[in-house]
T-cell receptor, first 114, second 108 residues
């Protein structure tokens, strides 16, 4: 299947700093990318959907000013957690798809804010 | 809530037994997909079933879909210890929404 690369796989940052997570589709053009958040032992919660070249659509309850999403090209989307706090510590996963039905997932980024 | 419901939440079986997981959802869908996740890792796509399909097979996996009941089931036959993982259904409504997941433990 297609490959989605997510970077970094883990990051530790200080409270109040910002962290950027990258999601790249390596062998296909991702017209749509999705960002999810997963707390321990819970399911994946969709945070936002982004289409290349347009603003992301955020799910209800997700702060767009805190979780900045950029989908500037057909192969790259970034999620920036701004002014991170310990409660933002979580596992963040991106997925991407082209015109097909299947979505391909990155390996996830474990964010720890101390 | 964006999540569908899955049951059971946890399932523990012996190697060689079959495992059945169920998923219910709330809205109209384009398709439904099942994913597997090993602890702390990303998701692996298992199988996709379209809204006009009722059953699909892939190796030891069998998926059914009942759009009238808005439910799906995943059957893993002849389970192996390596099947131990969390399993999620995801409904494609233009966006992917995940069910609450079933944690499967296959004891050797």
């Amino acid at each position: 299947g297609a490959v989605v690369s997510q970077h970094p796989s883990w990051v530790i940052c200080k409270s109040g700093t910002s962290v950027k997570i990258e999601c790249r589709s390596l062998d296909f053009q991702a017209t749509t990318m999705f960002w999810y958040r997963q707390f321990p032992k819970q399911s994946l919660m969709l945070m936002a959907t982004s289409n290349e070249g347009s603003k992301a659509t955020y799910e209800q309850g997700v702060e767009k000013d805190k979780f900045l999403i950029n989908h500037a090209s057909l192969t790259l989307s970034t999620l920036t957690v701004t002014s991170a706090h310990p409660e933002d510590s979580s596992f963040y996963i991106c997925s991407a798809r082209d015109q097909g039905a299947e979505a391909f997932f990155g390996q996830g980024t474990r964010l720890t804010v101390v | 809530s964006q999540q569908g419901e899955e049951d059971p939440q946890a399932l523990s079986i012996q190697e060689g037994e079959n495992a059945t997981m169920n998923c219910s959802y709330k809205t109209s869908i384009n398709n439904l997909q099942w994913y597997r996740q090993n602890s702390g890792r990303g998701l692996v796509h298992l199988i996709l079933i379209r809204s006009n399909e009722r059953e699909k097979h892939s190796g030891r996996l069998r998926v059914t879909l009942d759009t009238s009941k808005k439910s799906s089931s995943l059957l893993i036959t002849a389970s192996r210890a390596a099947d131990t993982a969390s399993y999620f259904c995801a409904t494609d409504e233009g966006k992917f929404y995940f069910g609450s997941g079933t944690k499967l433990n296959v004891k050797p």
